[in-house]
């Protein structure tokens, strides 16, 4: 039988990533290339307490739930991000998600039609291009720096294109792992309300942060509430396999987007919302987000030692401030992609920049996670790629190789 | 700022079943409205048992998993098809969900273009109306009568709307309790393989038979594997707050439906999937599902005792062989929805039948729910619900009454 698919779906591919992951998995290789914590630092007898507190509250606690996810657990978030990232909103304004993946497609559910604009940067990251795709929107690439996207630009692009929304990673951007200036994350937001574009803030890794001191005000902190929608998981401070996200914003989208749920999945597993709940009232998950800060800040330092080893022309990347990324560039001769099976065969993954990237893919870039090898696995590694990579220059065209 | 939302969201619609079960759960009411299990029969313990199992398989249980589920859950779910279904499909075959609503959303996800056609009975699943309706299908019912759809409606409406694909809940199905008879799945499996018909199956209920010894064979058992796509869930059977439901079928179908569904969520809880293969793998369900079996069906016989006291003109209803629901017919002149809130005055609550139907809503319908009480308060509500309905009675002109 021959089946007729929909046309959205010709847009879909396989994420890189999670293909990349499934050989990885298998093996016994050093892979950077996937966005995983480690293991090791997950707090499974806190997770395990949590689940027993759930259990404790009798049968009741297994019955259906609200689309809108458990309330306290929406109210313990509510305080939260009060506390920590200085966004103040009501339980109300928030939805409870499978994941902040599902808080991307829900919305791009209710907001897009085919052929609506969005903005992003370029590279961004990878899902979230692979959802706008599926709606068949248009992902038109704003062009940027180190500090974010380029104001002259990204206003010529509001302007011209009349997107329906902007969407950003300004901190510890995936994959390039930078840090939006506040100057122009207040810009962004200025121009946002000036042309009336929903801006989506994707912060998976605003826990993540090296200096302590350093302030990342979120654009929805700066907002009043009616321009930015805010998404953000425990996926990487608590565990993944929670799968527990959620997305904050003005009331009428997260009413939507609650009833896009309602039709997406009724709602998400309520047995890890409330075991979540317990978790955020009886462990301190402040410190232990301090210790992870603390692991995760050696583990990138010991990747930029091994990175600062090599002496290549072309070489480019971003020192990370947080989250999980090294993002590098090489000579633009050297394609990561067809790299890539030489390093798997020394025993190390990354992922080739290529799919991150709207259009005009740059070949010469890959994506390096810090997070889930311990120091001695990552000096290891490193040194196997740096092999690799110095073996690949030898290819690289005498003249340019030394401009 | 006003929000431009998609198209597709002028279709959305809060379920009328969710909307009620908000007020009905805040107060002291006998709710006859929701699809929900009964708590105190919940297997607690040995839900609670299978999460300890996962939590000693150590720290890297809680890592992200795969899109398409954990591996041997798969596994024991295609050998529990096999065994309980005689759906013989490999693991590779089957993508786990959250929830069987999960499903219907996902595929279609991937099968509908705007204005594509699906048919239905009339009335049917108000929560898959609602997925269908968000990716602008246009859903055409086919006339069908106790046994299940009539031949000549549904190769008619086949040859002459070429639907992308046929839904139905054959066993016990939702609202109206029914049962299709051998013949007529037979026949709609014919008729789909003749037009190139995918046929979407949907069976949350098959384990709630009353009859041990009846043979419900679902359509996913007769075909040849190229189809059906037939979902169902373990939110009956075991809690629903697991949310953890399956979809098995066609490789290229269930392969497309995971590219989506790694966009839509990347994956469901991986916590709550493997508990669920150690409750399976330790835990007798079968003896379980037992239990549950005679316990529902002596509420339906409690509910079916009330309804047969009432002596009422135009009054109708299928005795249910299974499931969850009895959906009653009134006279023509009473409207279910404008008399709900006498009834929820008196103390007790029902879905009214509207939401229900593709078109053409008859008004003078309603569902009851027989899983949810005890038989005593199952009495006293029906009681209530009776001297509501004789109430509603003295205003049906005496003529008519009579005929």
Same mark, same amino acid.
């Given at each position: 039988?021959?089946?007729?698919?929909?046309?959205?779906?010709?847009?879909?591919?396989?994420?890189?990533?999670?293909?990349?992951?499934?050989?990885?998995?298998?093996?016994?290789?050093?892979?950077?290339?996937?966005?995983? $914590?480690?293991?090791?630092?997950?707090?499974?007898?806190?997770?395990?307490?949590?689940?027993?507190? &759930?259990?404790?509250?009798?049968?009741?606690?297994?019955? %259906?739930?609200?689309?809108?996810?458990?309330? $306290?657990?929406?109210?313990?978030?509510?305080?939260?991000?009060?506390?920590?990232?200085?966004?103040?909103?009501?339980?109300?304004?928030?939805?409870?998600?499978?994941?902040?993946?599902?808080?991307?497609?829900?919305?791009?559910?209710?907001?897009?039609? $085919?052929?609506?604009?969005?903005?992003?940067?370029?590279?961004?990251?990878?899902?979230?291009?692979? &959802?706008?795709?599926?709606?068949?929107?248009?992902?038109?690439?704003?062009?940027?720096?180190?500090?974010?996207?380029?104001?002259?630009?990204?206003? =010529?692009?509001?302007?011209?294109?009349?997107?329906?929304?902007?969407?950003?990673? $300004?901190?510890?951007?995936?994959?390039?792992?930078?840090?939006?200036?506040?100057?122009?994350? +207040?810009?962004?937001?200025?121009?946002?309300?000036?042309?009336?574009?929903?801006?989506?803030?994707?912060?998976? %890794?605003? =826990?993540?942060?090296?200096?302590?001191?350093?302030?990342?005000?979120?654009?929805?902190?700066?907002?009043?509430?009616?321009?930015?929608?805010?998404?953000?998981?425990?996926?990487?401070? &608590?565990?993944?396999?929670?799968?527990?996200?959620?997305?904050?914003?003005?009331?009428?989208?997260?009413?939507?987007?609650?009833?896009?749920?309602?039709?997406?999945?009724?709602?998400?597993?309520?047995?890890?919302?409330?075991?979540?709940?317990?978790?955020?009232?009886?462990?301190?998950?402040?410190?232990?987000?301090?210790?992870?800060?603390?692991?995760?800040?050696?583990?990138?330092?010991?990747?930029?030692?091994?990175?600062?080893?090599?002496?290549?022309?072309?070489?480019?990347?971003?020192?990370?401030?947080?989250?999980?990324?090294?993002?590098?560039?090489?000579?633009?001769?050297?394609?990561?992609?067809?790299?890539?099976?030489?390093?798997?065969?020394?025993?190390?993954?990354?992922?080739?920049?290529?799919?991150? %990237?709207?259009?005009?893919?740059?070949?010469?870039?890959?994506?390096?996670?810090?997070?889930?090898?311990?120091?001695? +696995?990552?000096?290891?590694?490193?040194?196997?790629?740096?092999?690799?990579? =110095? =073996?690949?220059?030898?290819?690289?065209?005498?003249? +340019?190789?030394? &401009?």
């Amino acid at each position: 039988m021959k089946y007729a698919f929909a046309q959205r779906t010709r847009n879909f591919e396989s994420s890189a990533v999670r293909d990349i992951l499934k050989v990885v998995g298998e093996g016994d290789i050093i892979s950077f290339a996937g966005g995983l $914590p480690d293991d090791d630092l997950f707090p499974l007898d806190a997770v395990e307490e949590a689940y027993k507190r &759930v259990f404790e509250g009798g049968k009741h606690t297994m019955q %259906y739930g609200l689309t809108e996810g458990y309330t $306290p657990l929406r109210e313990a978030v509510a305080d939260r991000m009060a506390v920590r990232k200085q966004i103040r909103m009501d339980a109300d304004n928030i939805l409870l998600t499978t994941g902040s993946q599902q808080a991307i497609d829900l919305f791009s559910r209710i907001i897009l039609n $085919p052929g609506d604009v969005i903005l992003t940067e370029n590279p961004t990251y990878l899902a979230a291009l692979q &959802v706008f795709q599926s709606y068949e929107a248009r992902v038109v690439p704003v062009e940027s720096d180190e500090f974010g996207m380029l104001p002259e630009d990204l206003e =010529e692009k509001m302007k011209s294109h009349l997107p329906k929304f902007v969407y950003i990673v $300004p901190t510890f951007s995936n994959p390039v792992g930078k840090v939006w200036s506040l100057e122009r994350r +207040k810009h962004l937001l200025d121009l946002a309300k000036k042309y009336n574009v929903i801006i989506f803030e994707d912060d998976p %890794y605003g =826990e993540i942060q090296f200096d302590a001191a350093a302030d990342y005000t979120p654009l929805a902190a700066l907002d009043d509430g009616e321009t930015v929608l805010y998404t953000s998981t425990f996926s990487k401070t &608590v565990v993944p396999a929670l799968r527990t996200g959620w997305v904050m914003g003005p009331h009428q989208i997260i009413r939507m987007m609650a009833q896009a749920k309602q039709a997406a999945d009724l709602h998400s597993s309520s047995i890890d919302q409330q075991a979540l709940y317990y978790l955020l009232r009886d462990f301190d998950l402040d410190s232990h987000i301090t210790t992870l800060r603390a692991v995760y800040k050696e583990r990138m330092e010991v990747m930029l030692g091994q990175l600062q080893r090599l002496n290549l022309p072309g070489l480019g990347y971003v020192v990370p401030q947080g989250g999980m990324f090294f993002w590098v560039a090489l000579h633009e001769s050297i394609n990561t992609k067809e790299l890539l099976p030489k390093a798997v065969k020394k025993g190390v993954a990354y992922v080739p920049g290529s799919p991150f %990237y709207v259009c005009e893919p740059k070949h010469n870039t890959f994506r390096l996670n810090f997070t889930h090898a311990v120091p001695e +696995k990552i000096e290891y590694g490193m040194n196997q790629l740096v092999s690799v990579l =110095e =073996e690949a220059y030898e290819t690289v065209p005498k003249d +340019k190789a030394t &401009v």
